[in-house]
C-alpha cells in the first residue's frame, strides 16, 4: 500500500488527538437516500472511512431521510452495497437521521420554551422576500414576537397535523440582521403530509437538513463532521444549534473541496432526469459517474481509492482530469486482468503454406506482469483474423503492421509475410493470403531478423463471436458547471459514448469468462464481462483502452 500523504483534515485530527481534545475520532459518511451515490461521494467515503480507519477511530453510516419527498428505500440499498464494494464497513454503526426525529421534535420545544424559535406564518414566498439577500438586510418576520406559549401550542398543533401544508414553520430566532443568509431566522420545520419511507404516516413536520444535521452527529458522538467547501457558511448555524442545545458534545464541522470530474455532472438531480428522460439506460449505464455505473464497467475499488487518495483533499475547488481516473485503472489492472485476444474488426487470413486441417496449440502467459497467473493454451489453425485496421495496402512511412510483401508477428505464434489481397466486387479487401515461417514457431527466428510489427489474432476454427460496448466520455465539455447561456447538459451529450460492435471473434477461451470478470484485450484495452450475457453470447464493456498501445 501507498503511504498516505497529509492534508489539513489530518492536520486537525492529530493535534485532536494529541492534545486529549479527543481519545479517538468519530466520522460519517451522511449521504441523503435520494439517488444513487457518483464518484463524488466515493471521495467522501473514501475520506471519512480512511480517516477512521487510518486513526483506529469510526465512521458511521448515516441515512440523512429527513426529506422523505425524494427518498426512497431502492436508494437506502444501492448505497450500502456501493459502500461495501468500495471496501469499507460501518460494522454496527448504521444510523437513520430518522430515528432522531423524537429527539429533534424535543429539542425544538426547547428552543421555543428557551424563546430561540417561533412559529410563523409567512408563505414561502414571503420568506423568501423577508429574507432579503447579500445586499439587502432581512426584515423580522411579523410573527418573531409570538409568546413562548402560543409558539408551543402551534407548534404541537402542526405536528397534530391540524395545518396545511406551506401555511407555517417553526423557525429559529438569530438575526434578520446578519451578514450570513442562514442566520437570517432559517427554518427549522416544514409542515409536510408525506409519506416517509421509515417513519410512514407518523409524522405531518419534517427537520430542515440544517437543524437535522448537527443534532444527528451531536447525538451520535461524532468527533470531526467532515462536508464539502459550500456548507462553510453554514457553520455558523450549526454552531448556535450546538450552543443552544442540550447535546452531549459538540462535533467540530471541517469543510473540503467536492470532487468535480472532468466531462461529466454530479449532481443526483440531473443524473436522475438522465435516467428518466432515457439518455442512459439506467443509474448503473456504465457511462454514468455513479458508483454503480463504475462497477458495471469494470472500475475496480482499488483504483476508486487509489485515485480518491491521488486527488486528495483542498480547500479549493477544481476540475479534476478525467485521464487521472483512466490512469488508476490501468495501473490495477495491469497487474491483474488476465491477458486474451480478441479482433474487434475482422479481417479474414489465410496461411497458404500451413497444412489444411493442422491445429496447433500455443501457450500464451495470462499476465506479463503476474507470472503466478499461469499460462493458457490458444488454438492456432491455416484460418486465421486479424483486425482490418492492422492491414494496409498503402502503408504510410514508419507502418510496422501488415501490408504487401511485409512481414509481421503475429503474438506467440509465427512471423508471416503477406503475399496477395483479394477483394470483393466492390473493391473491399475481404481476404489476405500469407505464408508463415515455420521455423519463427514461438515468435523469434535464430537469425535474429527484425520484425517490429506484432499482431493479434484468434484462429477461425474456434474463435467466438462476443459482443464489445466501447465507451466514451458522456458530454463533450470538460467543465459542465460553464456551459454556454442558453444551452442544457442535453446539448454537450456525446453521441458517441457508446459504440456496440457486434460479431467482434474472440480466442476460445473467453468462453469461460464469469460476469464481472476482468481482461486485457491485447491493444484494445481493458474489458469487463457485463451481466447481460448469456452463455455463448457474451457482451464486454471496454474500461478503458490502453493508451499509446497502436504501433504503426
Ligand atoms: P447532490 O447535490 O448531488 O444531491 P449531495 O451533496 O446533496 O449531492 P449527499 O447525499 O448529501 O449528496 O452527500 C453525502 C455526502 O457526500 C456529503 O457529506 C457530501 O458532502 C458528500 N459529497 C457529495 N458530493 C460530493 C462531491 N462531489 N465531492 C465530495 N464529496 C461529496
Ligand atoms: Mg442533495
Ligand atoms: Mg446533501
Redo the contacts with the bound molecule.
Keep these: 500500500e501507498k503511504a498516505v500523504t497529509s492534508n489539513f483534515i489530518r492536520s486537525i485530527i492529530e493535534r485532536d488527538l494529541a492534545s486529549g481534545k479527543h481519545k479517538s475520532i468519530v466520522t460519517r459518511?451522511?449521504?441523503?437516500p435520494?439517488?444513487y451515490?457518483?464518484?463524488?461521494?466515493a471521495?467522501?467515503?473514501c475520506l471519512n472511512f480512511g480517516l477512521a480507519n487510518d486513526y483506529r477511530g469510526r465512521c458511521h453510516l448515516r441515512f440523512?431521510d429527513s426529506n422523505p419527498v425524494k427518498e426512497d428505500v431502492e436508494y437506502v440499498n444501492s448505497i450500502m452495497e456501493d459502500v461495501h464494494w468500495l471496501g469499507f464497513d460501518w460494522g454496527e454503526h448504521l444510523y437513520y437521521a430518522s430515528d432522531y426525529f423524537d429527539k429533534l421534535y424535543e429539542f425544538a420545544e426547547y428552543l421555543i420554551k428557551a424563546g430561540k424559535a417561533f412559529v410563523c406564518d409567512l408563505s414561502w414566498e414571503e420568506l423568501k422576500e423577508y429574507r432579503g439577500t447579500l445586499t439587502v438586510p432581512g426584515k423580522d418576520s411579523p410573527y418573531r414576537n409570538r409568546s413562548i406559549e402560543e409558539n408551543l401550542d402551534l407548534f404541537r398543533r402542526m405536528k397534530a397535523g391540524e395545518f396545511p401544508e406551506g401555511s407555517r414553520t417553526l423557525r429559529a430566532k438569530i438575526d434578520m440582521a446578519s451578514p450570513n443568509l442562514n442566520m437570517r431566522d432559517p427554518v427549522i420545520y416544514r409542515i409536510k403530509k408525506t409519506h416517509h419511507h421509515r417513519t410512514g404516516n407518523d409524522w405531518q413536520i419534517y427537520p430542515m437538513y440544517d437543524y437535522t444535521h448537527c443534532v444527528s452527529d451531536a447525538l451520535e458522538g461524532i468527533t470531526h463532521s467532515?462536508?464539502?467547501l459550500e456548507?462553510e457558511d453554514h457553520r455558523p448555524l450549526y454552531d448556535w444549534f450546538l450552543d443552544q442545545l442540550p447535546v452531549p458534545c459538540h462535533p467540530q464541522q471541517i469543510e473540503?473541496a467536492?470532487?468535480?470530474l472532468a466531462y461529466t455532472i454530479?449532481?443526483?438531480?440531473l443524473?436522475l432526469e438522465l435516467v428518466n428522460n432515457h439518455l442512459v439506460s439506467g443509474w448503473d449505464d456504465p457511462r454514468m459517474p455513479t458508483i454503480a455505473g463504475m462497477r458495471r464497467r469494470g472500475f475496480t475499488p482499488e483504483a476508486i481509492r487509489d485515485f480518491s487518495e491521488r486527488i486528495g483533499v483542498s480547500k479549493a475547488n477544481s476540475l479534476v482530469n478525467d485521464e487521472l481516473l483512466m490512469f488508476c485503472v490501468r495501473e490495477d489492472l495491469n497487474k491483474r486482468a488476465e491477458r486474451r485476444m480478441v479482433v474487434v474488426n475482422p479481417l479474414k487470413l489465410t496461411i497458404t503454406n500451413y497444412p489444411e486441417g493442422k491445429i496447433e496449440d500455443f501457450a500464451a502467459e495470462n499476465n506479463p506482469e503476474d507470472p503466478s497467473a499461469g499460462k493458457r493454451k490458444i488454438k492456432f489453425s491455416r484460418h486465421l483474423y486479424i483486425e482490418k485496421d492492422d492491414f494496409s495496402e498503402n502503408p504510410v512511412k514508419g507502418w510496422f503492421r501488415l501490408s504487401l510483401g511485409k512481414e509481421v508477428r503475429l503474438k506467440y505464434a509465427y512471423y508471416i509475410t503477406c503475399n496477395e489481397v483479394i477483394k470483393n466486387e466492390k473493391g473491399e479487401i475481404i481476404e489476405l493470403l500469407c505464408t508463415y515461417d515455420e521455423k519463427s514457431r514461438g515468435g523469434w527466428t535464430e537469425d535474429g531478423r527484425k520484425v517490429k510489427g506484432t499482431l493479434h489474432w484468434v484462429c477461425a476454427e474456434s474463435a467466438i463471436p462476443v459482443e464489445l460496448r466501447l465507451y466514451d466520455r458522456l458530454f463533450t465539455l470538460a467543465d459542465m458547471s460553464n456551459m454556454e447561456e442558453g444551452k442544457t447538459y442535453q446539448d454537450y451529450l456525446n453521441p458517441n459514448s457508446l459504440i456496440v460492435k457486434q460479431n467482434c471473434l474472440a480466442e476460445e477461451n473467453l468462453q469461460e469468462a464469469k460476469i464481472g470478470e476482468h481482461y486485457q484485450f491485447l491493444r484494445i484495452g481493458y474489458f469487463n464481462v457485463d451481466y447481460n450475457s448469456k452463455p455463448g453470447a457474451l457482451i464486454f464493456n471496454r474500461i478503458v483502452d490502453l493508451k499509446d498501445s497502436w504501433a504503426k
Design positions: 459518511f451522511p449521504p441523503e435520494n439517488g451515490l457518483h464518484i463524488g461521494h471521495k467522501s467515503i440523512d467532515i462536508c464539502t456548507f473540503f467536492r470532487l468535480n454530479m449532481s443526483k438531480r443524473l
